[in-house]
């Protein structure tokens, strides 16, 4: 049996990582590099690092903890790709084949593509037919409306496209994107569990793998997404930043509940000078 992937996320806004919560608060909590060389070391399946800066600028402004103040985004992730040992997806202001080039040519292993899927229409299916399916995301952001109905949210989750989640995923399968990355707006950073019902539907509607994402505020809530959905992923950005070896925690919570992860285990810990702790 595939193992389901347990996936954090980290959200970069203008070079530092926060914690955001309705796609409209954002908490600075860090250096990206320290983070990502954490969760790393911490034995996640994978990384998904999503650039979600709505302007141009980037930097630490934390020149006195001696950290390299990149001020671009490649810069960023070419030094950030250095200290991830796992599969690394990079999304955020992709708009260019170009732009997915420079990505994976950084360090990038998959690259997750949003509003650009909308706004130029065939992009998905240019980037698959030239790079692989195997390396491209279709990122979906949805929020409940005023009808009551679900739709899709592009440009960081400011501008709906009238289009319904199910909808937009089976048309992202059929551009050639080989997952889908399924995150509720309405649940960001409110700690209440996964959409199940949407995940489920979602799941259902394509045979390509979907990665959940949004509310996860227990371990439990990724145990309720195994047991409920039919989701391949589950991912969260919050939840992983507060304690130490939070992806082995979460990872043995998991697998002590007889869920299909990967079975915990810890890395020696390395810092960048090749001290061992």
């Known amino acids: 049996m595939l193992k389901t992937r347990i996936i954090p996320v980290v959200l970069v806004k203008n070079g530092r990582v926060v914690q955001s919560k309705g796609f409209k608060r954002h908490q600075v909590l860090g250096n990206a590099t320290s983070i990502v060389w954490r969760l790393s070391n911490w034995f996640s399946d994978e990384l998904i690092y999503l650039d979600i800066s709505r302007e141009e600028g980037y930097s630490l402004n934390r020149e006195d903890l001696n950290y390299k103040n990149h001020d671009n985004i490649l810069d960023i992730i070419e030094e950030v790709s250095r200290k991830c040992f796992m599969p690394l997806t990079i999304g955020g202001r992709i708009k260019t084949l170009e732009d997915v080039y420079l990505r994976l040519k950084k360090?990038?292993?998959?690259?997750a593509i949003n509003s650009q899927a909308f706004l130029k229409p065939g992009f998905i299916k240019?980037?698959?037919q030239e790079l692989g399916s195997?390396?491209?995301?279709?990122?979906i952001d949805y929020k409940r409306v005023e009808d009551g109905k679900n739709e899709v949210f592009i440009d960081c989750g400011r501008k709906g496209i009238e289009v319904e989640p199910v909808e937009w995923a089976r048309a992202m399968e059929a551009e050639g994107a080989g997952e889908i990355l399924l995150n509720s707006i309405d649940r960001d950073g409110r700690a209440k569990g996964y959409d199940l019902e949407m995940i489920e539907q979602v799941s259902s509607a394509v045979s390509i793998p979907v990665i959940a994402q949004g509310g996860v505020g227990t371990w439990e809530h990724f145990e309720q997404g195994i047991e409920h959905t039919r989701a391949k992923a589950f991912a969260a950005a919050n939840i992983f930043q507060y304690t130490e070896n939070s992806v082995y925690n979460a990872n043995t919570y998991l697998y002590d509940k007889g869920c299909p992860v990967r079975i915990p285990l810890l890395k020696t810990m390395v810092d960048d000078k090749g001290v061992i702790s």
């Open 107 to 111: 360090g990038a292993d998959k690259v």
């Open 126 to 128: 240019s980037c698959s």
């Open 134 to 139: 195997q390396c491209i995301i279709a990122s």
